[in-house]
């Protein structure tokens, strides 16, 4: 999971400063008006020319400062499904009151970007940009670009920030109304078998406290002494999934395989099941079992760089 991190003015890669559509045209405007001033030597169109110019002063100016002054840190990124929708929690602070701000990143080719009406001078605030999940795998953010139109959107102030964390992508699955199953030593198919109940285990002397219906009366009355039915729990099945991941396969292969393994996974877990992972990668074999949230978490990770 990514880790917490402040960028402040320090850690400013780069600002770039362009006219919008609506800047572009009236700097064109303002380049004409004062030709046709200078021709005519109309003073009102003069007194015109210096209005748009600072008006387009005004919006550059206010566009720098929406990016200046704010803060960002990056929480704690929760793991996505690909797919589904990356929520990246951020925090916003600023040492002046800022309005019309926009916070934008990229993860894996993916673009989003969240509104940021008004930040009060000296709050914090809390907000989550919002954008579509790649394909499975595990990505770095990279960076951050706030983006600020300022107050009348003449120009576009744009500054990159450094980011650090790590976004965990999870393969899709699907509940399967079959388990695939292996083979067996005889060429049929091995099925995992799920004892229902308890099954008998042996005879023991009775006990205070045992249930009359586990007396087994004909071994007693053989023994002429009361003998009860000793019973074991029926044991969980245990699935194995071995996951192909040889150097140099299609990535498109690899994820196919990685969300076949999570169907398997998912539908083996909710039967009651073990379900124990198998690859080879590119320090030897790897063995991942426990939980879903550890399983779905290794298949998200799981890369082609094992051995042939």
Known sequence: AGEEFP??????????????????????LTGFLFLLATNLMAGWLFFLVAFLVALLLVGAVTAVGGVRHLRVEVGQVPPAVEGGVIALPVVVQSSRTLRFARLAAVVGGQQGETFLPVVERGTR????????????????????????????GMFRAERRLP?????????RYQVLDDVPVGVSGNGGAEVPQHRRGYELFGIREYLPGDP????????????????????EEPSTPIVALVVDAE?????????????????????????????????????????????????????ARLRADGPS
């Open 125 to 152: 605030r809390q907000s989550t940009l919002r954008l579509a999940a790649p394909a499975r795998g595990v990505y770095s953010l990279g960076e951050l670009r706030l983006i600020s139109h300022g107050l009348i």
């Open 247 to 299: 150097r140099g396969q299609p990535p498109a292969d690899l994820d196919a395989a990685a969300r076949a393994a999570a169907s398997i996974a998912w539908t083996a877990l909710q039967r009651g099941w073990q379900v124990t992972l198998f690859w080879c990668g590119a320090d030897g074999p790897v063995t991942t079992r426990g939980n879903w949230e550890q399983l779905w978490d290794a298949l």
């Open 212 to 231: 009359a219906r586990h007396i087994h009366w004909r071994s007693s009355a053989r023994h002429r002494r009361l003998l009860v039915k000793e019973f």
């Open 163 to 171: 980011a650090q964390a790590e976004v965990v992508v999870r393969p």
């Open 7 to 28: 960028m402040g003015q320090s850690a400013v890669k780069s600002r770039i400063l362009v006219p919008t559509p609506e800047g572009l045209a009236c700097l064109m």
